[in-house]
């Protein structure tokens, strides 16, 4: 039943597409970030996003609605970065993956160009907005209440096989999404909306730190803190902050603690340095290497 039902919604976004590509545009946003098809086995397997893609690409020629063929200066600076690794991919050291890696990556950007192309008046923005958090906020919903049910004793992952499959990478998705939400909360008139985002956003920081990636609790404190400082009730802001980590770091197991607890001595943790040699080893190549 689920794979009748996507497979009819992902062939009517298709359709629809055609004749007015920015609802395709919201389509591939939704298919690549929640993948929604990889619930069902028969779909996982298939072209899913290609296909919206190439109807999208279609549409872009095809429609006659607007269009705003001016990048602007965020688009000039992705061009000339695509056009960058383009330049660097024959002088890399590996060009067998790094080619595969580039495919990857100009399927990507060639579609956030034509998303600044195709979406332009506010009603656009806004719709995007609520695919992005709503498809990154459905796993933020689903972990935090699988961390509560579960008492915080296992670690909150990702949709398997996507880009935010393990849990420090969910754990940065759910993270990012937190002030996309109480954007669209700012933004809305109805009290049952807006009551829905901030539970939404509560789940996913508990979703977060239910991760129990190092990395996530330091990097939702600097968002909390950046929330704080730019709320206009920095003093009641600053309260229900402290209230819910208080409320939610008291819940988790010792366990989760004790993990935590290892960011003083970082430099005695093998995964920890691990990281920082790669940081390291990478700057280094690039110095190296500067084209590839």
């Given amino acids: 039943m689920l794979t009748a039902v996507l497979g009819l919604m992902i062939i009517a976004i298709a359709a629809i597409a055609i004749r007015h590509p920015w609802v395709g545009i919201l389509g591939w946003t939704w298919i690549s970030l929640m993948n929604p098809h990889i ?7 298939m072209p ?21 063929l001016t990048l602007g200066r965020e688009g000039v600076v992705l061009v000339l970065f695509m056009a960058w690794m383009t330049l660097t991919l024959p002088f890399s050291y590996h060009l067998a993956p790094s080619f595969d890696l580039w495919v990857r990556v100009m399927k990507i950007d060639l579609m956030i160009l034509v998303s600044l192309v195709l979406l332009h008046s506010r009603m656009h923005i806004m719709a995007l907005a609520w695919v992005v958090a709503g498809s990154i906020a459905f796993y933020g919903v689903k972990g935090g209440l699988f961390t509560l049910a579960s008492g915080g004793n296992y670690r909150v992952w990702g949709p398997e096989g ?3 499959g393990g849990n420090n990478e969910v754990a940065l998705a ?10 669209l909360r700012l933004n809305s008139n109805s009290p049952w909306i807006k009551g829905g ?28 803190a950046v929330l704080w400082w730019r709320s206009r009730a920095r003093a009641r ?25 290892t960011i003083q001595t970082y430099d005695q ?24």
Avoid: E
């Fill in 269 to 292: 943790d093998a995964s920890a340095m691990q990281r920082i040699n790669a940081w390291h080893m990478a700057w280094n190549i690039a110095k190296d290497n500067l084209f590839g």
């Fill in 39 to 45: 619930m069902s086995w028969r779909l996982a397997t």
């Fill in 48 to 68: 899913v996003a290609a296909t919206v893609g190439g109807a999208v690409l279609i549409g872009l020629f095809v429609t006659a609605d607007k269009r705003n």
């Fill in 197 to 224: 985002l901030l539970l939404a956003m509560l789940l996913c920081a508990v979703a977060a730190i239910g991760s129990q990636s190092r990395g996530a609790l330091l990097a939702i404190a600097a968002m909390g």
């Fill in 174 to 183: 759910l993270i990012m999404v937190i002030p996309l939400l109480q954007f």
């Fill in 237 to 261: 802001t600053l309260v229900v902050l402290l209230v819910v980590a208080v409320g939610v770091l008291s819940f988790m197991p010792d366990a989760y603690m004790d993990r935590m607890s």
């Fill in 162 to 164: 996507t880009y935010i």
